[in-house]
């Protein structure tokens, strides 16, 4: 695992909303300040930042006597371009395209794929196929898994995964705690 994997002036929460906004074509996000506004990031006129924008300010070092970006956002929500299916996953879809289901992760891309390997057999995963869209500055991953016309079958792969990902984030904090 590569040691510059996390930056740590980037709150998890923050650096997963943003990898999320900047990786998934077409999502639309809200970000939540200390005093209450909200401000829409996304590819569009209305937005006060692209996704592009809030993932280079969450990158900017710190300066004195001024307030750092994750320290004035409370929140980044995903408000559209997806459909929030729940548990932390998303669902997009194209009539021209396969079906996609999307989740973020802190866990390194090596690690997700050796998981993703280990997906049981009787979730009929073999038409699964899973992309990831790393930010290593970020510290976060976004995992795309994409299949023609197998619905249910894609909600539980994509499932277990996001489960096994998120113990193996609570394995990592409860050992980076102790």
Known sequence: ??????????RSRL?????????????????????????????????????????????????????????????????GGVVDIGAGLYQRSHPAAPDERWFTTTLHPDRIMHIARDCPTDLDHAA????????????????LLRADRIGVRLDAVACWLHGRCLVDELIDQAGAAA
């Open 1 to 10: 695992m590569q040691s510059t994997w996390r930056t740590p002036n980037v």
């Open 15 to 79: 650096a997963l909303g943003a990898c999320f906004l900047h990786a998934v074509p077409g999502a639309i996000g809200s970000l939540e300040t200390s005093d209450g506004e909200r401000f829409v990031v996304a590819h569009r006129s209305d937005a006060l930042l692209t996704p592009c924008q809030l993932r280079a300010g969450l990158l900017e070092p710190p300066r004195p006597g001024v307030p750092h970006l994750s320290e004035i956002i409370r929140s980044v929500d995903v408000t």
């Open 128 to 143: 699964v196929a899973v992309d990831i869209k790393a930010d290593a500055e970020l510290g976060a991953s976004a995992v």
